[in-house]
């Protein structure tokens, strides 16, 4: 199946600061990927969809200004976590359907690893 | 986007076949159903994807009821490692996946 990468797995920051993620398709393109948070026993929940040469969409609730995405090439997504808190710590997971395997007509995505963010 | 109603948890044995049923009263026309597998830490794994009666890979079946308001995602011979949380999903094409709560399997020796 087709692989969704994703760097790093796991960082630690200090509150504050910035830290950015990134997510690959690595044998396939996307044009849209999609990024979810999910905290620890719970569910994944959207947060916004990456579209490849335009502007994300974000979900209700979610603050652009602070979860930056950029979604520059149909292989390469990135979400920039700005002036990170403890709050934010999470397990973000990104997402991207083969346009070309018949994934688009059929919904199935393909799952980066995920990154743990842990914010002191 | 349709909602999904499964078990927040099932318990079994190993070597057991394990269903995991899933409600999805007002799905629409031109959704299809899907199933993922999700480990700690780890992005979910796709297992199976149906859009009506039966459908069979090598490591699940899906079956589905003409009315399709809901789904059954059958385990054969469960092992350890089986343990994890699947998700039902509902959603046609060109839309992002909206996960439910889940059902965490625990497989017991």
């Known amino acids: 199946g087709a692989v969704v990468s994703q760097h790093p797995s796991r960082v630690i920051c200090k509150s504050g600061t910035s830290v950015k993620i990134e997510c690959r398709s690595l044998d396939f393109q996307a044009t849209t990927m999609f990024w979810y948070r999910q905290f620890p026993k719970q569910s994944l929940m959207l947060m916004a969809t990456s579209n490849e040469g335009s502007k994300a969409t974000y979900e209700q609730g979610v603050e652009k200004d602070k979860f930056l995405i950029n979604h520059a090439s149909l292989t390469l997504s990135t979400l920039t976590v700005t002036s990170a808190h403890p709050e934010d710590s999470s397990f973000y997971i990104c997402?991207?359907?083969?346009?070309?395997?018949?994934?688009?007509?059929?919904?199935?995505?393909?799952f980066g690893e995920g990154s743990r963010l842990t914010v002191l | 986007l349709a909602k999904t109603t499964q078990p927040i948890s099932m318990d079994s044995y190993e070597g057991q076949e394990v269903n995991i049923t899933c409600s999805h009263n007002n799905i629409a026309t031109n959704d299809y159903i899907t199933w993922y597998q999700q480990f700690p830490s780890q992005g979910p794994r796709f297992i199976i994807q149906g859009y009506k009666t039966k459908v069979t890979n090598e490591v699940a079946s899906l079956f589905i009821p003409a009315d399709r308001k809901s789904s059954t995602l059958s385990l054969p011979r469960v092992s350890l490692s089986d343990t994890a949380v699947y998700y039902c999903l509902v959603n046609n094409a060109g839309n992002m996946l909206t996960f439910g709560g889940g059902t965490r399997l625990m497989v017991k020796p």
């Open positions: 997402s991207a359907r083969d346009q070309l395997a018949g994934g688009y007509n059929t919904g199935e995505l393909f």
